[in-house]
């Protein structure tokens, strides 16, 4: 499998319309990329491992409906400001530490209608209010930004 995790948007829609690629197969390339860098960049606060593959393999057996999906397998991360059921939501802030939703925003669930794949919760600064993103965080500087620009 060559490394899918850089396809854009439309490259990845493109990609499952014509089958070159499986869902799974690019969730599970993200998900190498995730636990190879993130160590070093500290992007992600939380990584879905398990859920982010259970949904690609539910995705996979709709491929039939992948143009009427406009997120279709599209790998996404939510700030970590937003609440998904049953993933730590810190907001940035020591204060929630290990807080765990019971539910999932609204427009998280757009997304995952849309067929979008949570794959983790993005760091941000403590409740998302600085300028400079991450820069500040509590929970270790997000790097990902002074490495990949």
Do not use: W
């Amino acid at each position: 499998m060559s490394d899918l995790s850089g396809l854009d948007i439309k490259s990845l829609l493109s990609g499952y319309q014509k089958k070159e690629f499986r869902v799974t197969d690019v969730i599970a390339s993200c998900l190498k990329t995730i636990e190879s860098k993130n160590p070093k960049l500290n992007a992600l606060l939380e990584v879905s491992k398990e859920s982010a593959l259970k949904r690609a393999e539910s995705l996979e057996a709709r491929m039939g409906e992948s143009s009427k999906l406009k997120l279709f397998g599209v790998p996404i991360a939510i700030k970590d400001n937003l609440l998904v059921k049953g993933t730590q939501c810190t907001a940035g802030s020591k204060i929630l530490e290990g807080y765990r939703s019971p539910y999932t925003a609204t427009t998280v669930k757009q997304l995952e209608d849309a067929g979008a794949i949570v794959i983790g919760k993005a760091n941000c600064d403590e409740f998302a209010i600085r300028e400079i993103p991450t820069r500040h965080t509590v929970f270790n500087m997000d790097k990902s930004s002074l490495f990949l620009s």
